[in-house]
């Protein structure tokens, strides 16, 4: 099964730059920048960055 979505005629798609924040980015990463995005909060990138390391960190603590 095929989901096609119809964007509104004015509708432009907002894409981010690629950037070193951005590598190894997982499609969670990627859902949560979008959400960051279309409610207009500032520095989405930095933001979902910040989130990782910080979930990163958390993963390390419980596995020592």
Not at 36 to 49: A, G, Y
């Amino acid at each position: 099964m095929t989901t096609v979505t119809n964007p509104a005629p004015d509708h432009k798609a907002e894409t981010a730059a690629p950037s070193a924040d951005m590598t190894g980015w997982t499609g969670a990463d990627f859902d949560s920048w979008e959400v960051l995005t279309s409610l207009s909060i500032p520095d989405p990138i930095t933001r979902v960055t910040r989130a990782r390391r910080a979930c990163r960190a958390r993963v390390q603590e419980r596995t020592r």
